[in-house]
């Protein structure tokens, strides 16, 4: 009798350990993002591609011929690891080899830069009538755009920006 209640108590612990596990094994929300400019620049609208070409620094000045300066969300946000997956298609690591790479051989004046908040994204766009950040469209700071990608903006269906981050370990 004794080895039963025994035997009982660890399939019980076990199964315990499971709903833990399938509780913390959830899969994240889907989040999205918004691409904030000055509210001085002349662009309304950019295509998925465009906005891949001016967040990668290939594409490096707006047609008003201002520089286009890329403020990228911090490392450890929802918002940096949706743009991994969805803009640069690498990890962190190899995003940081490509901007070495594109530094060291002339192609680029700088890194873009990385900004710890939507707040600290929104007074970096706001400083230059050329800046570029990416912020959960959630918490868009006061005073700036909000570009639409391929017409559409954040929380459209269709939009390009949105997806469930899975940070990197």
Known sequence: MRCLACLLLVLASVAGGQEKKDKQEKPNKEITLAVIV??????????????????????QFWPNRKRCQVFLPSRKTDAYAILLKKVYRKSHNKLQKFW???????????????????TAAGKQVLKSQGALSIVDARKVPKGVRVLLIDGKKPGD????????PKREP
């Open 157 to 164: 269906a269709g939009y390009a920006l949105k997806g469930a």
């Open 100 to 118: 070495v790479r594109r530094l060291f051989s002339g192609q680029i004046p700088a890194k873009p830069s990385f900004v710890p908040s939507p």
């Open 38 to 59: 000055h509210p001085k620049n002349p662009i309304k609208t950019v295509s998925f591609s465009e906005l891949r070409a001016y967040l990668k620094v290939e594409r």
